[in-house]
């Protein structure tokens, strides 16, 4: 009967600690994919003059599904590809030429790999 309790105890304790470590990996999930937007609306693209300057870098927002958080850009999402990896384009004259990728996806998600290893690793070891 003791072994029961002790079982049952354990249990309860390890029940607890992965209720403590999910919540803790999806608060910082949270954060870091809400950083990275933020980063990226900092970085990305604007256009120099017009109504729609800035559009496309306003338009990056966080997006959870299930247990994913999914960084995209809402309004422009056809933009990303092209700004990121460059595209033909075709002059006034008629002949064509290719605009230069500006790199800014790349780069936040490159930090945000590096990043939220180590701050879900310091902040599961304060648990």
């Not at 950083?35 to 900092?42: D, F, H, V």
């Not at 300057?53 to 990056?60: D, F, I, L």
């Amino acid at each position: 009967m003791a072994s029961n309790s002790v079982s049952a105890q354990i249990d309860e304790i390890l029940t607890t600690y992965e209720s403590e470590v999910h919540g803790v990996m999806e608060t910082t999930i949270e954060e870091e994919a809400k950083k990275t937007a933020k980063q990226l609306k900092s970085t990305s693209p604007k256009r120099a003059s017009g109504s729609k300057r800035g559009a496309y870098a306003r338009s990056w927002r966080v997006t959870k599904r299930g247990r994913t958080y999914i960084v995209h850009n809402a309004k422009h999402y056809r933009l990303t590809h092209l700004l990121e990896n460059g595209h033909v384009v075709r002059n006034a004259k008629g002949t064509y030429g290719r605009a230069a990728p500006i790199k800014h996806i790349e780069p936040a998600l490159k930090e945000a790999e590096t990043e939220l290893p180590l701050k879900l690793e310091s902040r599961l070891r304060q648990l």
